[in-house]
């Protein structure tokens, strides 16, 4: 398994060098100087130039990503050119928020999303499957900045029970992760309910019946172990794309994360920025995935990772 995971993450730098070239580039192309913005609106175009010089902005686009690339693999992501701060500390800042909220989201939400599917599974055809799908398809068709502003509205303008943003104490999470995950537990719902169906309709779950063998023991053991394993999948893109920060809820309830330093860098032309936010993303994805083939075997002993 180990030799397996090795294999997997030294397939995962030709993606991660192409993203790299991919961002470096797409960043230069947003219209807008990011020397005028830092040296300010009333900046000479003397003063512009100086600015330009000192980001290093006046050199060779090949020269800039050589040299880009050189540093990142010494551990210097730059430093932001909006407040000059070195963009490891800016990140490292915003991660830990987003982190703790998509965690909190990710686990009720797959609690929730997978047992409705899995009753709905169960219940075919009957009002525990109708009452599912119908929350189901509910919790997607829902916009997420409007169940969270009519939530802050509600628990918040008008109860005052709940903070209306910004990152706190444990009340601070609530609404976040509730509007965060009702989309994701929505999704897995109809993923797994289509996934058992599926799986309850293989031969050998049939044949586990014909031999006697008791419907809680087909349920668990025979089904429901099998249809994880696309869910887990799922479960793990979900994750990676929450934790990649989601923009909107971020900026609704004012959560000082990934997704709201995004919006802010690109705003600014934090080249830097921007480029570190994308990289990490993308890294996330390559790490994410490896865990989730990792709990394939978990979950079914009988998958062999090679």
């Known amino acids: 398994m180990l030799g397996y995971a ?26 807008g100087d990011p020397a005028r913005l830092v040296a300010g609106p009333d900046a000479s175009a003397q003063d512009v130039e100086l600015v330009r010089q000192d980001l290093g902005l006046d050199r060779p686009i090949w020269e800039q990503y050589l040299r880009y690339v050189d540093n990142t693999l010494h551990g210097d992501l730059g430093r932001s050119t909006k407040t000059r701060a070195p963009v490891i500390d800016e990140i490292g800042e915003r991660f830990m928020p987003t982190f703790w909220l998509t965690v909190v989201a990710m686990v009720w939400a797959t609690a929730i999303g997978v047992l409705i599917g899995v009753l709905s599974g169960v219940k075919r055809n009957k009002w525990q499957d109708r009452v599912g799908m119908v929350l189901a398809v509910s919790g997607i068709s829902f916009p997420s900045f409007w169940l969270g502003l009519l939530l802050i509205n509600v628990f918040s303008v008008r109860l005052g029970w709940l903070p209306t943003g910004g990152y706190g104490d444990w009340r601070s999470f609530i609404m976040p992760s509730f509007t965060l995950g009702v989309t994701v537990a929505a999704i897995l719902a109809r993923f797994s309910r289509s996934a058992y169906v599926e799986v309850a309709s293989e031969d050998y779950v049939r044949t586990a019946r014909m031999k006697g063998v008791p419907e809680q023991r087909v349920v668990w053991h025979h089904t429901l172990r099998n249809a994880l394993i696309p869910v887990i999948t799922m479960t793990g893109l979900e994750f990676g794309t929450l934790l990649g920060g989601a923009i909107v809820i971020e900026t609704v309830f004012a959560w000082p994360g990934l997704g709201r330093l995004l919006v802010e860098s690109v705003s600014y032309r934090d080249y830097p920025v ?14 994410i995935n490896l865990v989730v083939d990792q709990l394939y075997a978990v979950v079914n002993p009988e998958i062999r990772l090679r």
């Open 274 to 287: 921007i480029q570190a936010l994308i990289l990490l993303f993308a890294l996330e994805f390559v790490l």
């Open 6 to 31: 090795l294999r997997r993450l030294l397939g995962a730098v030709p993606v991660l060098v192409a993203v790299s070239i991919f961002v470096f580039a797409f960043v230069r192309l947003l219209p």
